[in-house]
């Protein structure tokens, strides 16, 4: 078999979002977990035979998941935490173990590296008795088998698994690593009777992460008994987001059969390919991170250098990483100039397929001159469009004259704790409330000229009526407006600002059925006009509370986005910055007292490598600084983090100039929190207290003691009380009684506040 090119994982949701629809009909129990399999068999084919008919050479299996790969590890390797296991149904427990149900809190949710996929993270202790089930990596093995595709099967290395997990008894988590290897060497035995020869691709990416010395042992101790298991099983350990340069020098002393290294954002692997020595290496050369076209001058430049140390015929053309990351295909969006510069993962695919023919083969065909040819003339055109600078804009980035906010923190917070009058542990929500089928309809009305502005804004309007008079019912101190008007935190703000392209049919992946539809940075930013300040003010006109405005902040918006790749992110920043400074000029001068700026990507954002952080701290703080720098002293500024530890940052986050900052703890309870309490983090916060990604009703008795249990961390002078995040995906049947329990249980510990300091 000759193998040339290598796709490191496929998109699973579906072209058309087949999978999240199936999965949310059967959570909302209108169809069976047969049909869901039904519905998962066929776009697990579908995947397989799109690759294989673009002439992909490696196409993988067990890339697949009803829900997250991390979390199917931790069931192959019988890693189920006591308070699921009573669950008999497999289907049942699995899901619960991601989201939760009427008993028991689901598993704790982080991001995926530096991406914005989420993955569950394993929870190990003594109690946990490991054992093999492969059932579901053999079974996805045989279905390929069966239309004649022969995968290599995907599975999350050993290290990387405990290295992500959390320990619940305060061990080492690397105190569990012989029982889990154990386990990972039984599964080759089971592996190897299902063919006369296999290949393996381990992903160990936090090999990128400044390995330790305990790390690069552990890799290569583990890959040298792994790959002595049956010699008939060719295992190849594949990295990714960064350079492994510690790791492969270790990893190359083994029996493997290959090593896979990102050459796309890892540049720094062309310094270690002397080690490669007799190894497959895999090189990816095709980002799987954003949807730009392939520059194919640039890329066989690079294959070309790596082919100075590493001779032809071990190097695959593959990926940069799996290409969850990205939408199915370009081929379902409206022509445009700026489609011409996009690949999305089929596209991505056809790019591996032409490279690899390209780089292994001896003379180039007239076609494929015509392709390089086109190539060039795109990105050249892409270079030169109207479209991409605005002199205007960098102009003023150039020429700004902005600083800090009006005001240091502590004078800043008597006047607002003097102006906004709020009682102890005022209680408010992050700001979206449930997208209701209703309110998506509008939206698609609208955009297909079904009907009118003014009926849409009346529509908009009751929405937030509605949303203004539960708040007010239920005793909530201050408000939002619920975002009806907005599709996404991200998406919203970039259909109203220049320099953004919104896709189509751009889904991916976050979590689950989530998934977000990232817009696209193809150019310089502006603000043509305010974003926000008509909804936010109509919404505080009909309530004498407080409402507050909620805007995205410029690292999230950078995160959260495909970002365009010919200029540094810092310089994007500070466009965006300026764009939101004169947002929240306007929104205070309305008479919005409470702004919000999030920055729930901030920390996902974070180089990988330790070298790297202080450069992206200074633009990151330095571009959010620069957001809220219009703001007078009276005007409360939040902000909000997802999904983050801490105490590796606690300084940076000190230096952002927010008065209160809301994060996510539901699920990890004072674990984040202490940090805020040993450094005597001087600002405000609201640790979140209801797990908005599970759709269970916590009581109000669940409420107070997360309530009590924050008080002995964060001083009831300092907390809020608030959801761990946004409620756009959660039902009115779910957030109604949820926050009702909130806020009494609040009400009730206020009594009793005196107890606390």
């Known amino acids: 078999m000759t193998i040339r090119t290598m796709i490191a994982g496929f998109p699973r949701i579906g072209e058309n979002r087949e999978l999240k629809k199936q999965l949310e009909s059967y959570w909302s129990n209108k169809t069976t977990f047969e049909e869901l399999e039904n519905v998962a068999r066929k776009l697990r084919k579908k995947h397989w035979l799109e690759q294989k008919n673009r002439g992909i050479d490696f196409i993988s299996s067990n890339d697949f998941s009803y829900y997250d790969n991390m979390l199917d590890t931790a069931v192959m390797l019988n890693a189920i935490p006591t308070r699921f296991r009573n669950i008999k149904d497999n289907a049942e427990r699995y899901f619960a173990m991601a989201r939760g149900n009427a008993t028991a809190v689901a598993m704790e949710m982080t991001k995926w590296f530096n991406t914005n996929y989420h993955y569950i993270v394993p929870e190990l202790d003594d109690s946990i008795e490991f054992q093999l089930n492969p059932e579901k990596i053999i079974n996805e093995y045989q279905e390929a088998k069966e239309i004649g595709i022969k995968t290599k099967i995907n599975i999350i290395g050993p290290i990387t698994f405990i290295g992500l997990s959390r320990i619940t008894n305060g061990k080492d988590p690397f105190v569990y690593f012989d029982n889990v290897l154990s386990i990972y060497k039984e599964l080759l035995v089971k592996l190897e009777k299902l063919d006369d020869s296999l290949f393996i691709q381990f992903d160990e990416p936090i090999l990128v992460k400044n390995p330790t010395e305990k790390q690069l042992s552990l890799a290569r101790n583990t890959y040298e008994e792994l790959a002595l298991v049956n010699k008939n099983i060719k295992i190849f350990v594949n990295t990714y987001f960064e350079h492994a340069c510690e790791a492969v020098k270790e990893l190359s002393k083994t029996p493997i059969w290959g090593i896979g290294l990102d050459f796309v954002y890892g540049k720094k692997n062309l310094d270690c390919l002397d080690h490669i020595k007799d190894k497959m290496l895999i090189a990816g050369i095709v980002d799987g991170r954003n949807i730009w076209i392939t520059d194919f001058g640039q890329a066989l430049n690079i294959l070309n250098k790596i082919s100075e140390k590493v001779p032809k015929e071990q190097i695959i053309v593959s990926t940069s990483c799996s290409l969850l990351h990205i939408p199915y295909s370009t081929k379902n969006e409206p022509e445009s100039e700026i ?254 007292k409470i702004i919000q700026v999030d920055e729930a990507a901030f920390k996902e954002g974070y180089p990988l490598r330790k070298e790297n952080i202080s450069e992206y701290e200074q633009w990151a703080v330095d571009s959010f600084n620069l957001a809220v720098s219009t703001a007078k002293k009276e005007t409360q500024i939040h902000t909000h983090m997802c999904y983050s530890e801490f105490s590796d940052i606690i300084k940076t986050i000190e230096k952002m100039e927010a008065d209160v900052i809301t994060i996510e703890t539901a699920r990890s309870g004072n674990r984040l929190l202490k940090i805020f309490r040993d450094t005597d983090y001087k600002k405000e916060i609201g640790p979140g207290v209801y797990d908005v990604h599970s759709p269970r009703v916590p009581s109000i008795n669940e409420f107070k003691d997360q309530i009590k249990e924050r008080l002995q961390v964060v001083k009831k002078s300092k907390m809020w009380i608030n959801p761990d995040c946004g409620l756009k995906t959660r039902k009115w049947e779910e957030v109604k009684p949820a926050l009702k329990n909130m806020v009494q249980a609040t009400f009730e510990v206020r009594k009793a506040v005196a107890e606390y300091r």
């Not at 086109?374 to 270079?383: E, F, G, M, S, V």
């Not at 365009?564 to 400074?581: F, G």
């Open 339 to 592: 489609k011409s510069w996009m690949a999305f993962a089929l596209e991505k695919v056809e790019e591996v397929s032409f490279l690899g023919r390209v780089f292994h083969g001896s003379n180039l065909s007239d076609e494929d001159k015509k392709i390089l040819e086109q190539r060039r003339n795109i990105l050249t055109a892409r270079r030169k469009s109207e479209r991409v600078t605005n002199r205007d804009v960098s102009n003023r980035v150039k020429n700004n004259r902005l600083g800090f906010r009006e005001g240091e923190f502590d004078e800043r917070i008597r006047v607002q704790k003097e102006k906004l009058g709020l009682p102890p542990l005022p209680t408010t929500t992050i700001g979206s409330f449930p997208q209701t089928p209703e309110i998506r309809k509008l939206r698609t009305d609208l955009r297909n000229n079904r009907i009118t502005w003014g009926e849409y804004e009346s529509g908009i309007k009751k929405y937030i009526d509605d949303c203004i008079s539960f708040q007010e019912s239920i005793g909530l101190d201050v408000l939002v407006h619920g975002e009806p008007e907005r599709s996404d935190m991200v998406e919203y703000f970039a259909v109203l600002l220049d320099g953004f392209h919104i896709t189509k049919n751009g889904w991916v992946q976050s979590y689950g059925s989530r998934c977000v539809k990232p817009p696209v940075i193809y150019g310089d930013i502006t603000r043509p006009q305010p974003m926000t300040v008509k909804w936010i003010t109509y919404a505080q006109s009909k309530t004498q509370k407080i409402v507050k405005g909620i805007l995205t902040g410029p690292v999230t918006m950078i995160n959260w986005s495909f970002v365009r790749n010919d200029v540094p992110h810092s310089v994007i920043a500070k466009q965006i910055a300026l764009a939101l400074a004169d947002e929240i000029n306007d929104l205070q001068n309305a008479g919005i």
